[in-house]
Nanobody, 114 residues
Framework: QVTLVESGGGSVQPGGSLRLSCVAS????????MGWYRQAPGKERELVAR???????DYADSVKGRFTISRVNARATLYLQMNSLKPEDTAVYYC????????WGQGTQVTVSS
């Protein structure tokens, strides 16, 4: 059974930082590109960061320079380091395989507010 479990979200003030984690099981994690998505209330889910199986990264313009995606294949774990957080980063964050998604996990809530 394939599962994706996200964690690390929370409530922070603008300018704060969080580190999200995603543990994958039931897949050959190391061979797949992976991505972090987010979905804000009333908006569609969007891809904010992706990483190839070899570690090449790419970011949405809205998070470039503030977020860093990384992976540890031996632990089947994906990370998202989020710095200089803004209120518009408030959303539920999900990880998933690229390009074809697996079943979505429960996500982790990130709230940025003063």
């Amino acid at each position: 059974q394939v599962t994706l479990v996200e964690s690390g979200g929370g409530s922070v003030q603008p300018g704060g930082s969080l580190r999200l984690s995603c543990v994958a099981s039931g897949i050959l994690f190391a061979i797949y590109p992976m991505g972090w998505y987010r979905q804000a209330p009333g908006k569609e889910r969007e891809l904010v960061a992706r990483i190839s199986n070899s570690g090449v990264t790419d970011y949405a313009d809205s998070v470039k320079g503030r977020f860093t995606i990384s992976r540890v294949n031996a632990r089947a774990t994906l990370y998202l380091q989020m710095n200089s957080l803004k209120p518009e980063d408030t959303a539920v964050y999900y990880c998933n395989r690229l390009p074809s998604s697996l079943a979505w996990g429960q996500g982790t809530q990130v709230t940025v507010s003063s």
